[in-house]
């Protein structure tokens, strides 16, 4: 069975510091896929990243990056000078091989909500 | 840009209720979902379907059932609410590729009374 964890229910940053959050995943598969939404205030999940199990190099876009460790199941997301703007809800998933071609069943954490007060 | 649009944004019914939900894509998308959304348990897969008429159970399927006549709309129904089925609900899609990302609707917060 698949399973990830978002251990940090809620963090409470002041604009312009950096915050880490944690995402933990459990699975049998060699080949998988991890992805970050953002689920802002509107309600919409928006996609940030993918990356694919053997691509364990880290990315940066901007003032987000993300950190992919497959010894310890991880796949942390960074961000580096927060702004009031980077306030969400923000859920890390993870997607098994599918067994029927196509059909993508995506696991999600539990969440973290994110404040970044001024 | 992909558009998943959800008919409602609120909905409150009574227990015991037939409650539709309706989620529309323009992307000729194969792949819609359904999951629900509570605190505390981030969001849980209710049903798929990957090709129009074919349906998979997702995590959660009891209390619903879905319907997918044509390619861009997927129907979420509860066939009699109850109470704990008061939560939002997303729908989703995605092209047939298995690691291309979910394109999300607003979401339908339904209450049950």
């Known amino acids: 069975a698949q399973k990830v964890t978002q251990a940090q229910t809620e963090i409470s940053v002041v604009e312009k510091e950096d915050v880490t959050l944690d995402c933990v995943y459990e699975t049998r598969d060699t080949t998988y896929y991890l992805f970050w939404y953002k689920q802002p205030p509107s309600g919409e999940l928006v996609f940030l990243i993918r990356r694919n199990s053997f691509d364990e190099q880290n990315e940066i876009s901007g003032r987000y990056s993300w950190n992919f460790q497959k010894s310890t199941s991880s796949f ?3 961000i580096t000078a927060s702004q009031v703007v ?3 809800v923000y859920f890390c998933a993870l997607t098994p091989l599918p067994i029927i071609q196509g059909a993508q069943k ?7 909500r994110l404040t970044i007060n001024p | 840009d992909v558009k998943v ?6 909905l409150v019914k ?7 939900l309706e989620c529309v894509q323009d992307m000729d998308h194969e792949n819609m979902f359904w999951y629900r959304q509570d605190p505390g348990l981030g969001l849980r897969l209710i049903y798929f379907s990957y090709d129009v008429k074919m349906k998979e159970k997702g ?3 009891e209390g619903y059932s879905v319907s997918r006549e044509k390619k861009e709309r997927f129907s979420l129904i509860l066939e009699s609410a109850s109470t704990n089925q008061t939560s939002m609900y997303l729908c989703a899609s995605r092209d047939f590729s298995y690691n291309s990302p979910l394109h999300f609707g607003n ?3 339904l209450t049950v009374t």
Not at chain 2, 5 to 10: E, K, M
């Open chain 1, 76 to 78: 942390n997301f960074t």
């Open chain 1, 86 to 88: 980077d306030s969400a």
């Open chain 2, 14 to 20: 009574r227990t015991g209720e037939k409650v539709f």
């Open chain 2, 107 to 109: 979401g339908t917060r």
């Open chain 2, 5 to 10: 649009t959800q008919s409602s944004r609120y």
């Open chain 1, 106 to 112: 995506l696991v999600f954490g539990q969440g973290t």
């Open chain 2, 59 to 61: 995590d959660i399927p």
